[in-house]
Nanobody, 127 residues
Framework: QVQLVESGGGLVQAGGSLRLSCAASGRTFSSYAMGWFRQAPGKEREFVAVIRWRGDSTYYADSVKGRFTISGDNAKNTVYLQMSTLKPEDTAVYYC????????????????????WGQGTQVTVSS
């Protein structure tokens, strides 16, 4: 059984920063890519960012581009999300996810590309 555990969420004022972490534990597996999604109350889960370990390719949602940075350690199946210049509209539960099947890069913006999910961590940005 693979488990992903997020940490680092919390309450921050608009303009502030937070760093989310996600670590895999349990059965040893090799991830192909790891991503972050978020879900605000009453809204659908949406893609935030992804990192594919081969070539360290990254991709971001337009809404966070230039403000968020995804990074990680492939060997440890650990991924981070550095969030800066946070806005109230960034308020959501943030989930990390892992893909071990080698999904095509373009499809990694879809939540259905990922087999493993964390339980989520709340990020609240006050105005």
């Amino acid at each position: 059984q693979v488990q992903l555990v997020e940490s680092g969420g919390g309450l921050v004022q608009a303009g502030g920063s937070l760093r989310l972490s996600c670590a895999a534990s349990g059965r040893t597996f090799s991830s192909y890519a790891m991503g972050w999604f978020r879900q605000a109350p009453g809204k659908e889960r949406e893609f935030v960012a992804v990192i594919r370990w081969r070539g360290d390719s990254t991709y971001y949602a337009d809404s966070v581009k230039g403000r968020f940075t995804i990074s990680g350690d492939n060997a440890k199946n650990t991924v981070y999300l550095q969030m800066s210049t946070l806005k109230p509209e960034d308020t959501a539960v943030y989930y990390c996810a892992a893909d071990s099947r080698g999904t095509s890069f373009g499809y990694l913006v879809s939540q259905y590309a990922y087999e493993y999910w964390g339980q989520g961590t709340q990020v609240t940005v006050s105005s």
